[in-house]
């Protein structure tokens, strides 16, 4: 599909991971995984993604540590990075959102 948008998910789920990629995909979109923090890391620094749907609570490194380097570390600003998670707390919120979270 010619100009689709690509996104990153990185979820250790991998039940989650393919739901969330079937629908997606269906509404167009590319999707590459990513199973872990680590993992997830070293993909967003590989390729532009126009989106990357980060799980907080991951093995190896979380969500928003990932998040934090993507943004910080990794100097990619422009990337659109939400973060998936039960937890519903406003400080969770405001945590993701001083990391870089959109």
């Given amino acids: ?4 948008k690509t996104i ?3 979820e250790d789920d991998k039940a989650i991971a393919e739901m969330y990629t079937r629908t997606l995909e269906r509404k167009g979109f590319k999707v590459d995984f990513a199973y872990n923090g680590a993992e997830g890391i070293i993909k ?3 390729k532009h993604y126009d989106l990357i749907l980060l799980d907080i609570m991951m093995p190896k490194m979380n969500g928003m540590e990932v998040c934090r380097r993507v943004k910080k570390e990794l100097g990619m600003s422009d990337v659109f990075i939400i973060l998936l998670t039960a937890k519903g707390q406003e400080l969770d919120r405001q945590k993701g959102l001083d990391v870089g979270a959109d």
């Fill in 8 to 10: 990153l998910f990185v």
């Fill in 1 to 4: 599909m010619a100009g689709s």
């Fill in 44 to 46: 967003a620094n590989k």
